[in-house]
């Protein structure tokens, strides 16, 4: 990244009077920490895929991924770029993801509930639930789930 | 921070595969592997970024809508056992 047309610096610098290859720096060195906050973010959300547990819970940390993980790292990137259309491109990929990745992740819960996957719930998680189990009242259809559970097995 | 962050991904890509081979049901499957087609957006255009900005970019934002779009066939398929 050679700050050699800096078009995000230049109306910076002239508003400033700085240096423009100085204000490239600097929006280089603002540009780190958004960058690694996002890889953090992450690298949690992946050992969260991988250790929750059960699929409604994994959900959960699949959606920061999507969500906060990637608009942190693409703006990062945007900063430092030194070509306003590379920022344009970052910024449309992360309007997509940011689109796209809550309605395949809804898609994916949608599907999973109506093929009968149910929440994992411990003894007592679903106390006070209503009778009704049908697909607009899903805590009950959970407490209907989890006391058929208890009466079928040990 | 280049190789810090490429580091980071690529070993958060291999846990969620993990899980992707592991999963009980096939939605921790599909889910594990959308997560990786995200992981995998992020990791094009941080390549692309610093290697030839522009080209790479793309073929990120390609295969940020290839990945939805086979998320939801697969689903679809999935739930009605066709496309149509």
């Known amino acids: 990244m050679t700050p050699s047309a800096p078009s995000f610096s230049a109306p910076i610098a002239d508003l400033t009077g700085f240096d423009a290859h100085a204000v490239a720096t600097a929006l280089e060195w603002i540009s780190v920490a958004p960058v690694l906050v996002g890889t953090l973010i992450v690298f949690t959300g992946a050992l969260g895929v991988a250790r929750f547990p059960d699929f409604y819970a994994r959900v959960h940390p699949a959606g920061m991924i999507d969500a906060l993980g990637q608009v942190l790292i693409l703006a990062g990137l945007g900063i430092a770029s030194d070509d306003p259309w590379i920022a344009l491109k970052l910024a449309l990929i992360s309007l997509v993801l940011f689109i796209t990745a809550p309605t395949s992740t809804h898609a994916m819960v949608r599907a999973a509930w109506r093929e009968g996957l149910r929440p994992w719930l411990q003894p007592g998680d679903a106390e006070g639930a209503l009778e009704e189990d049908n697909d607009e009242n899903p805590a009950a259809a959970s407490a209907a789930w989890l006391r058929a559970e208890e009466d079928a097995g040990p | ?84």
């Open chain 2, 1 to 84: 921070m280049k190789l810090v962050t490429a580091t980071l991904l690529l070993l958060a890509v291999a846990i969620i595969l993990f899980r992707g081979v592991k999963g009980p049901t096939i939605y921790d499957r599909i889910l594990a592997v959308n997560s990786a087609g995200t992981c995998a957006v992020i990791l094009v255009c941080q390549f692309g970024f610093f290697s030839e900005p522009g080209f790479f970019l793309d073929t990120a934002l390609v295969y940020a809508l290839i990945n939805f779009i086979a998320t939801i066939a697969i689903l679809k398929f999935i739930e009605h056992r066709s496309l149509a």
